[in-house]
């Protein structure tokens, strides 16, 4: 395990993603997120719809634990779904470290069964507050920081983390600190993906609509099939073909 930890998640997501995914006639497995606003999901139909995973929200800040995380969890697990958890950050409420550790304490943890994706860092425009949640860009950084390297230590494995390109120059100062370990999962509503956030050369998922033919939001893995189910296994997956 010392060993394979040493090898950066995001230079094995480097050898089967690119720098400017669209969506063109190749491979790129859809997907969806989603949480209790859109109430029962019928997952056979989500699968028979061709989609192959879903990220399913699990907390928010310390005080929230989504009321149909357990329901989605195991119906996307029964239909066969790639399958993970996010959390919604609220940086002004309690440090990183106690968030993280909720949000393990409550669906978020990572397994290397290749069907669980790493939790996943909703972090975000604030949707009861000041955009930056008060904090300054280095205070911003510092928090993401403890988040990612408390869920780190106690899976073995980075957190993805899920944000937009103008929240993160605007609240992090554009921060590059992440680009090395953490994948990153950018919204962005249009027909390209435009320009990333600083030090990602790509992205490893991409939310480009908040609805669409089925439940939720909708996403597209930056890859193929083969190479989804190789990043859920992330660090076991050591020798990847080319694609």
């Not at 989504?66 to 790639?82: Q, V």
């Not at 309690?94 to 990572?110: C, D, I, M, R, V």
């Not at 990612?148 to 609240?171: A, E, F, L, M, Q």
């Not at 992440?178 to 390209?192: C, D, G, K, M, V």
Request: contains cysteine; glycine residues 10%.
């Amino acid at each position: 395990m010392k060993i394979l930890q040493s090898i950066s998640l995001v230079a094995l997501a480097a050898s089967f993603v690119s720098a400017e995914p669209t969506l063109v006639k190749r491979a790129n497995p859809l997907g969806i997120d989603i949480s209790n606003w859109q109430g029962s999901v019928n997952f056979n139909t989500v699968k028979a719809n061709g989609l192959a995973f879903v990220y399913i929200k699990a907390t928010e800040g310390t005080t929230f634990i989504d009321s149909t995380f357990s329901e989605h969890y195991i119906g996307a697990t029964n239909a066969g779904l790639i399958r993970g958890a996010y959390h919604f950050a609220h940086p002004d409420s309690s440090s990183g470290a106690t968030q993280a550790n909720y949000f393990l304490a409550h669906g978020g943890g990572w397994s290397s069964d290749g069907i669980t994706l790493p939790g996943a860092l909703d972090i975000e425009y604030n949707p009861n507050g000041a955009t930056c949640y008060g904090l300054s860009a280095s205070a911003m950084v510092t928090w993401i920081r403890d988040f990612s390297n408390t869920y780190h230590s106690r899976t073995g494995v980075y957190p993805v983390i899920y944000t937009t390109t103008d929240w993160w120059k605007t609240c992090t100062g554009n921060s590059a600190a992440f680009a090395s370990t953490n994948p990153l999962w950018i919204a962005r509503y249009a027909s390209s993906i435009g320009t990333l956030p600083a030090g990602w050369t790509f992205t490893t998922f991409w939310q480009y609509a908040d609805s669409g033919p089925n439940p939720g939001d909708q996403d597209l893995f930056n890859g193929d099939l083969a190479g989804l189910k190789r990043y859920s296994l992330l660090l076991l997956a050591i020798v990847l073909p080319k694609i």
